[in-house]
């Protein structure tokens, strides 16, 4: 689907400027029609950010700085499949459907409990607003706790562990090929981030297939397919003023023009 | 499913918003009550990322990397199955890409839409690794954001980004710092930081 720059996103108060260096005719961008994020989480090539701060030494950087965020991430490990009966990419998807501030103000584990919360609302595991009213009665208030609901999992089951497939087909590209990527996405579910669309580059590996995220993630089948990294220079994806530097990135092959498109 | 939350929740009764911790509490509560999550094996999961998977996984394939020359030759080829032969092996490891930074060539890891990270290496990500800022700005002006990371990389030198968008989890195989040549694998490990073997640090001679 093609989506403007005045879609949902734009709810997203810190994203909104995010999408402004998007626009067509914004400096430094070619102009390839309107190409926008589908997804809070979309953050690549977006400015506003600031100072990335020096890293501590790894032994003052524990996996968790409090022991919450322990029990929010092996919360999340049990939910997005034992518990709700969904997978891994539904759980990716889940984190780009969040609001800008269950994405970004609850910090990171936070973030993975929030998302965690809605995947166990919609496959009716736990209720709406069960999660805050059982915190508010543990911290004093006077809440109701709704009842728990119907279960609704997905009918979904996996045809084998982990995320990478056997593909019969042969790759369309081989390594050395130019290819150009889409610039349209079949639903917010896609793991193509904007600043690689619609840009040229280089298949630099062709990696092992995978199942698919965009259909894995709402159940519609793995869809496994050939997965490519491709390499792109600085100054195709933000402009001659670019610094520098070159990038590579995977790409499922529906990301990827036809061919004949793609001189 | 294309529900998402409503911004305005996680509100308590004084408009508020209810921290992350009161609120993993409570979820924990929720499903255990229920029987639907074993907070034992909670535990198992929290206790493995702290004390056994970890950037020390990836510092043994470094060190050996850097001392046996054939063991190189097979993670550059074939990483997944070079870092299995040290027993390391998980969840988010399912196709490992293991790159060599040199002196014309530095390879910098992200994941810009999210946090993907070879965690049977190197464990769960830093918080430098998470930080929207990193994400952000890593693939647009790597060469400033590794300035300001404390990572100066020259001008002679290309730098490679590579943003994991998929299953391919990447690992750096930093150089070996100059006055190392000869020291074992085990005088090797502990100078080997996590920081370098996602290409954000170089690594120097004790």
């Known amino acids: ?263 | 499913m294309s529900t998402a939350l409503n911004p305005d929740e996680h509100l308590d009764g004084s408009g508020n918003r209810i921290s992350p911790a009161l609120r993993t509490e409570a979820l924990e509560q929720l499903l255990t009550e229920r029987g639907l999550v074993d907070p034992n094996v909670m535990d198992k999961f929290i206790a493995t990322y702290e004390t056994a998977v970890g950037p020390l996984n990836g510092a043994k394939v470094v060190a050996k990397a850097w001392t046996d020359p054939e063991y190189k030759a097979r993670l550059l080829a074939e990483g997944t199955a070079a870092i299995k032969e040290l027993g390391f092996a998980g969840p988010q490891g399912e196709h490992i890409v293991v790159v060599e930074n040199s002196d014309s060539v530095h390879n910098v890891v992200v994941c810009t839409l999210c946090s993907c990270y070879p965690w049977p290496v190197l464990g769960l990500p830093p918080a430098w690794y998470k930080d929207p800022a990193y994400r952000a700005r890593v693939v647009r002006e790597p060469r400033k954001v590794l300035s300001e990371m404390g990572c100066e990389v020259g001008d002679d030198v290309e730098i490679i980004v590579r943003d994991s968008s998929a299953e391919v989890r990447w690992l750096v195989l930093p150089q070996q710092p100059a006055g190392t040549e000869g020291f074992s694998e085990e005088e090797l490990i502990p100078l080997i930081t996590r920081d370098a073997l996602v290409g954000v640090a170089h690594i120097s001679a004790p």
């Not at chain 1, 809440?143 to 990478?164: F, H, R």
């Open chain 1, 1 to 263: 689907m093609r989506r403007d720059c005045t879609g949902p996103t734009r709810r997203h108060a810190r994203a909104a400027a995010v999408i402004d260096t998007r626009a067509p005719g914004a400096p430094g961008l070619r102009q390839k029609g309107v190409v926008c994020m589908d997804s809070v989480a979309d953050l690549g090539g977006a400015t506003g950010w600031g100072k990335v701060s020096p890293p501590p030494p790894q032994d003052q950087d524990p996996p968790f700085h409090d022991a919450w965020e322990g029990r929010a991430f092996a919360l999340t490990l049990l939910a997005m499949g034992r518990v709700s009966g969904q997978n891994l990419d539904a759980f990716r998807y889940a984190l780009g459907r969040l609001d800008s501030k269950s994405y970004f103000d609850d910090d990171y584990y936070g973030r993975w409990l929030n998302a965690s919360e809605l995947m166990l609302v919609e496959s009716g595991i736990i209720a709406p607003g069960a999660v805050d009213a059982r915190a508010r009665a543990n911290a004093g208030e006077s809440v109701e706790q709704p009842a728990d609901p119907e279960p609704n999992k997905p009918d979904y089951a996996p045809t084998a562990a982990g995320s990478l497939r056997q593909v019969e087909e042969a790759p369309r590209f081989a390594v050395g090929d130019a290819v150009t990527v889409v610039t349209d996405v079949e639903s917010d579910a896609n793991k193509l981030p904007a600043y690689v669309r619609g840009h040229r580059g280089v298949v630099e590996a062709i990696q092992p297939a995978h199942v698919f995220p965009e259909t894995h993630a709402r159940f519609l089948g793995e869809n496994a397919q050939h997965v490519y990294s491709v390499r792109f220079t600085s100054t195709e994806l933000y402009g001659s003023d670019a610094e520098p530097f070159e990038l590579t990135i995977e790409l499922f092959d529906n990301y990827l023009q036809d061919k004949e498109n793609a001189a």
